[in-house]
């Protein structure tokens, strides 16, 4: 079964840091690109940041590029967004895409997400 399930998410100041990890199982995570991916209520999907096979190409929304750092660990088949410097902006369900061409738009697999609100 094909699991992707995401962790760390919970409520923080504005300033503070969180680190989630998106831990992947029953499929070989070293063969798939990988992308955050987060929601704010009424809104639509955006993508955050996104991370190749390899993790040597990496990309970053603007809105977060010098706050957040994506990594990956494939021999733990596990991703990480480290997030520093948060604003209540970044409040949203936070999830994981797996894809075998891309993560983004389209994925191959998507975790459930967890949620991260920044308020004071």
């Known amino acids: 079964e094909v699991q992707l399930v995401e962790s760390g998410g919970g409520l923080v100041q504005p300033g503070g840091s969180l680190r989630l990890s998106c831990g992947a199982s029953?499929?070989?995570?070293?063969?798939?690109?990988m992308s955050w991916v987060r929601q704010a209520p009424g809104k639509g999907p955006e993508r955050v940041s996104s991370?190749?096979?390899?993790?040597?190409?990496?990309y970053y929304a603007d809105s977060v590029k010098g706050r957040f750092t994506i990594s990956r660990d494939n021999a733990k088949a596990t991703m990480y967004l480290q997030m520093n410097s948060l604003k209540p902006e970044d409040t949203g369900v936070y999830y994981c895409?797996?894809?075998?061409?891309?993560?983004?738009?389209?994925?191959?697999?998507r975790g459930q997400g967890t949620q991260v609100t920044v308020s004071s």
């Open positions: 895409a797996a894809g075998l061409a891309s993560s983004w738009p389209d994925n191959n697999y």
């Open positions: 029953g499929f070989t995570f070293g063969m798939f690109h």
């Open positions: 991370i190749d096979r390899g993790g040597g190409s990496i």
